[in-house]
T-cell receptor, first 109, second 115 residues
Framework: GQNIDQPTEMTATEGAIVQINCTYQ??????LFWYQQHAGEAPTFLSYNVLDGLEEKGRFSSFLSRSKGYSYLLLKELQMKDSASYLCAASRGANNLFFGTGTRLTVIP | ETGVTQTPRHLVMGMTNKKSLKCEQH?????MYWYKQSAKKPLELMFVYNFKEQTENNSVPSRFSPECPNSSHLFLHLHTLQPEDSALYLCASSQAMDTGNTEAFFGQGTRLTVV
């Protein structure tokens, strides 16, 4: 089976840095995706980690440790528009993508 | 616009009705997916099609019947649904490779309400 855990809700202040953690357990693991989903909208791709380490893309960075089954998404210089749900998803096999429940991030002034 | 289009955006149906959800992708991808998103639950993978062939059925009840006539189109036929089937149904596509899939692109979803 597979299991993905991430916090349900987080709150952070505009301009600050926030880290959203994700732990996973799945057989045939290929890589770890992060998606952003605003209320009422489709999830949109943020990052994909296959190898251990940190991938940086502008204000967003994602980290993966395959041996620990752990990933995090780091958001810097938070903006109000970053308020959304952030979905962690493990890729398994050729084309299976399993999602966590998502972390609802609220950015406050 | 993500390149994946779903229709209708909203659907209200009775438990005895038969309806279909449609998904179309213009990205040239070879894999298409149906996901169910309920409140406070993870996105649940329902079906996976790879080159028009169904490769995954995650124990979905038979009242949900997928159809993939070609690599660009995916349908979800619905009949005798239950109120607990009310959810957001998301279609996605990706380029599946032996080493794993590329990122999935999602449609805007169909908000289904079963009354």
């Amino acid at each position: 089976g597979q299991n993905i855990d991430q916090p349900t809700e987080m709150t952070a202040t505009e301009g600050a840095i926030v880290q959203i953690n994700c732990t996973y357990q799945t057989s045939g693991f290929n890589g770890l995706f992060w998606y952003q989903q605003h209320a009422g909208e489709a999830p949109t791709f943020l990052s994909y980690n296959v190898l251990d380490g940190l991938e940086e893309k502008g204000r967003f960075s994602s980290f993966l440790s395959r041996s620990k089954g752990y990933s995090y998404l780091l958001l810097k210089e938070l903006q109000m528009k970053d308020s959304a749900s952030y979905l962690c998803a493990a890729s398994r096999g050729a084309n299976n993508l399993f999602f966590g429940t998502g972390t609802r991030l609220t950015v406050i002034p | 616009e993500t390149g994946v289009t779903q229709t209708p955006r909203h659907l209200v149906m009775g438990m005895t009705n038969k309806k279909s959800l449609k998904c179309e992708q213009h990205l040239g991808h070879n894999a298409m997916y149906w996901y169910k998103q309920s409140a406070k639950k993870p996105l649940e993978l329902m079906f996976v099609y790879n080159f028009k062939e169904q490769t995954e059925n995650n124990s979905v009840p038979s009242r949900f019947s997928p159809e993939c006539p070609n690599s660009s189109h995916l349908f979800l036929h619905l009949h005798t649904l239950q109120p607990e089937d009310s959810a957001l149904y998301l279609c996605a596509s990706s380029q599946a490779m032996d080493t794993g899939n590329t990122e999935a692109f999602f449609g805007q979803g169909t908000r289904l309400t079963v009354v």
